[in-house]
């Protein structure tokens, strides 16, 4: 870097101009052209997007088509929706958030708030039913209570089945096999 001190001074590295300032004689106070900053500022501002950009479109194979259907389409500030699905995948992890952006994309909702519901509710545990408790007598139902079978109910019970060669019928009294039999009224009629 080379300073060449004039009323305005200069400063130039290889020959390039950096910066320009006008000379202040004054001690001990920082003085600063708000212009000089700018390109800087801008630089740096643009190196942040692109790492940003870098960073939701590694959380998933989809998130390149949610960009640009969704968030681009329909938002007003799409950083801020990159911002907050990035930093959800810190909190949820990129495979949670991954399968969040696909059912974003299936459901057609693309917002940081669509992608940050979707995994809480996933993350929600839903309890594990229970018995049913009634408190009032009268929703009891009038059934005598039911042991569990043992092992030698059960298998008295098949054997039963299986020994039986002369099953009847569930609906009626007279073995299987037989006709039906009409009574003598019913066939006057």
Sequence with gaps: MTLKAYPIGCIYHQDQLVARQVRSYDRRQDIENPDHP?????????????????????????????????????????????????ALSEIYGVDAVDRAIQDGMAFAAYSCEYVANILEMRARETPEPGALHLT?????????PISPPTKGMAMGL???????????DRCATRPVGEPQTVPESARTL
Excluded: C
């Excluded at 098949?158 to 009847?168: K, L």
């Design 38 to 86: 700018k390109a800087l500022l801008a630089q740096r501002r643009n190196a942040r997007e692109q790492r940003l950009l870098v960073q939701f479109l590694s959380l998933s194979r989809d998130a390149q088509a949610y960009l640009k259907r969704g968030i681009e389409q329909r938002r007003v500030n799409p950083r801020h929706h990159l911002r907050k699905i990035v």
């Design 136 to 144: 009032r007598r009268q929703d009891l139902l009038d059934m005598p």
């Design 158 to 168: 098949t054997d039963a089945f299986v020994n039986n060669s002369q099953a009847t």
